[in-house]
C-alpha cells in the first residue's frame, strides 16, 4: 500500500513540473505574439452618421445692452450692464470620421445647428430718472447658430475609449428674442419672484450683437461596436466635451462662456 502511494506521489510530481514548464515556454512565446490595439475590430475607415449634445454654460464678463422705453421715434433708451449669467441648449447634425484600421488616431468631423438661450443680469439697483427708480435688469436672448468642428481622435488603451481634442467655429444665423427685464424693487430691498405692485416686471425689446466665435474643445468619449438592423458595422458613442472661444459679444463690452457639452454619436461604417 505504501509502495503504491509513493508511486502516485512521484508521478503527479512529474506531471506537475512537466506543465510548469510548458507554461513557462508558453510566456516566452507571448512575448514574440501581436495583440490588436482596438479590441472593437474596426472593418471600415470611413464612418458616417448623425449626432446630438446638449451643454451648459457659465457666461463671464459684462454684457452692454440698450433698453428701448417705447415705440415712439423720440422716446429716451438708456443703456444697463448685466454681468456673467449662464446659458444651455441643444445641437443636431451630421457626423464624419475618418481612422486607418491599424491606426490609433482618426480625424472626427461635425457640423451642427446649435439652439442656445443665453441671460446676464444686474446685482445692484440702478436708478436712472424717471425711467428706472430702483431696479435690476436681466438681459435674456435664444439664438440659432451655424456650428462646425474638426477634432481628433486618439486611442486609449485596447478599448473604444478615446480622448480628443479639436478647434470649433460658431456663427450665429438667426436670432429669435432678445429682450430685457426690468425689475423695479423698493428701496433698500431686493428683488423677489412676485410681480405687481409695489415690485412691477416691464419686458423691453433690445438688439444684441452676437459674434462669430472661434475657439477650441476638449473630451473624452467611448466607442460601442452596436448591430442594430442586422448590420454589424455601427458605432454609438457618448461623449464629454469642455468648450471655450472668442466672446460671444464684443462690442462695446466683453462677454463671453465656457461650456460643458454632452453627447451621443451614431455611426455607420462606408466602403
Not at 23 to 37: L, V
Not at 69 to 79: H, L, S, V
Not at 237 to 261: A, C, F, K, M
Amino acid at each position: 500500500m505504501f509502495a503504491w502511494s509513493f508511486s502516485v506521489f512521484v508521478l503527479l510530481q512529474v506531471l506537475s513540473l512537466t506543465a510548469n514548464a510548458q507554461i513557462f515556454q508558453a510566456g516566452n512565446n507571448e512575448d514574440e505574439m501581436e495583440y490588436p490595439s482596438d479590441t472593437l475590430e474596426r472593418k471600415h475607415e470611413w464612418w458616417l452618421g448623425v449626432g446630438g449634445s446638449a451643454f451648459y454654460a457659465v457666461n463671464f464678463g459684462t454684457l452692454t445692452v440698450d433698453v428701448i422705453g417705447g415705440t415712439a421715434p423720440d422716446q429716451p433708451k438708456f443703456t444697463v450692464m448685466p454681468q456673467g449669467g449662464m446659458g444651455y441648449g441643444i445641437a443636431f447634425g451630421p457626423v464624419v470620421e475618418y481612422r486607418p484600421i491599424h491606426s490609433d488616431i482618426g480625424v472626427l468631423l461635425t457640423a451642427n445647428i446649435d439652439w442656445r438661450w443665453m441671460e446676464a443680469e444686474t446685482t445692484v439697483p440702478i436708478e436712472y430718472d424717471i425711467f428706472a427708480i430702483n431696479a435690476t435688469f436681466e438681459a435674456q436672448s435664444t439664438v440659432l447658430y451655424a456650428t462646425a468642428a474638426m477634432s481628433v481622435k486618439a486611442q486609449l488603451g485596447i478599448t473604444g475609449s478615446f480622448a480628443m481634442v479639436g478647434v470649433i467655429y460658431d456663427q450665429p444665423i438667426s436670432t429669435i428674442e432678445s429682450y430685457v427685464w426690468q425689475h423695479e424693487v423698493w428701496e433698500g430691498e431686493a428683488p423677489t419672484d412676485i410681480p405687481g405692485a409695489p415690485q412691477t416686471s416691464i419686458k423691453f425689446n433690445t438688439v444684441t450683437d452676437f459674434k462669430p466665435r472661434f475657439g477650441i474643445q476638449v473630451g473624452f468619449g467611448h466607442d460601442f461596436l452596436a448591430g442594430m438592423f442586422g448590420y454589424r458595422g455601427q458605432l454609438i458613442t457618448p461623449y464629454v466635451i469642455l468648450q471655450g472661444g472668442t466672446p460671444v459679444v464684443s462690442d462695446p463690452t466683453s462677454w463671453n462662456s465656457v461650456s460643458v457639452r454632452l453627447g451621443v454619436m451614431w455611426r455607420g461604417g462606408i466602403d
